[in-house]
């Protein structure tokens, strides 16, 4: 049971660029989210997903797309990368919206954009 | 979602219980009071939550108050490896997956 599972853990892009940031769950976890980490900053949350076929915007969800067309994976896809998207990101999975399920979280990537 | 505050940073003595304290005096009687923690680069990590009751499991013990405006995090014998980053949050029912995650405590476990 690995639980939450990014790839990959680091990645250096140039400015326009395009790429796909992936997240599995080995959980069977209904709920999934994506989220972003700044410098000295809290989670900020970009996009999430309560189901396959079901995805929302999060807080700061401008510059990624995302899809869920499995239970197991939510893979976050930057366009056209830019620099202010620099960070740590990391993602999320929930059993179910109760009040008294955990948040699980993978290993984060780390993402550079020159 | 209710705010919260809590201090910058905390330090705590090996061996000695740490009390993280957070306030969220404009909470709603439905809310939730959770605490992750992370430790550094790694993903956070779920530690407890409540709603009215004091709470304890096998990583810590909740005390809220009775106005439920505060709430303290205790660490009952802190060692090295609970220093991290702790974050109170707090959040209605049903929205467990979406948690506003702020800057938090960093907790220093001192030798």
């Known amino acids: 049971n690995a639980g939450v599972t990014q790839t990959p853990k680091f990645q250096v892009l140039k400015t326009g660029q395009s790429m796909t940031l992936q997240c599995a769950q080995d959980?069977?976890?209904?709920?999934m989210s994506w989220y972003r980490q700044d410098p000295g900053m809290g989670l900020r949350l970009i996009h999430y997903?309560?189901?396959?076929?079901?995805?929302d915007q999060g807080e700061v969800p401008n510059g990624y797309n995302v899809s869920r067309s499995t239970t197991e994976d939510f893979p976050l896809r930057l366009l056209s990368a830019a620099p202010s998207q620099t960070s740590v990101y990391f993602c999320?999975?929930?059993?179910?919206?109760?009040?008294?399920?955990?948040?699980?979280f993978g290993s984060g990537t780390q993402l550079s954009v020159l | 979602d209710a705010k919260t505050t809590q201090p910058t940073s905390m330090d705590c003595a090996e061996g000695r219980a740490a009390n993280l304290p957070c306030n969220h005096s404009?909470?709603?009687?439905?809310?939730?009071v959770y605490w992750y923690r992370q430790i550094h680069s790694q993903g956070p990590q779920y530690i407890i939550h409540?709603?009215?009751n004091n709470e304890t499991n096998e990583m810590a013990s909740l005390i809220i108050t009775e106005d439920r405006k505060s709430s303290t995090l205790i660490l009952p014998h802190a060692t090295l490896r609970d220093t991290a980053v702790y974050y109170c949050?707090?959040?209605?029912?049903?929205?467990?997956?979406?948690?506003?995650f702020g800057k938090g405590t960093l907790l220093t476990v001192n030798p």
């Open positions: 949050i707090v959040s209605r029912p049903g929205s467990n997956y979406k948690l506003t």
């Open positions: 997903s309560v189901g396959a076929g079901i995805t």
């Open positions: 404009t909470i709603s009687g439905n809310e939730y």
């Open positions: 999320a999975s929930s059993r179910n919206r109760a009040s008294n399920e955990k948040l699980f």
């Open positions: 409540g709603l009215k």
């Open positions: 959980m069977n976890h209904e709920y």
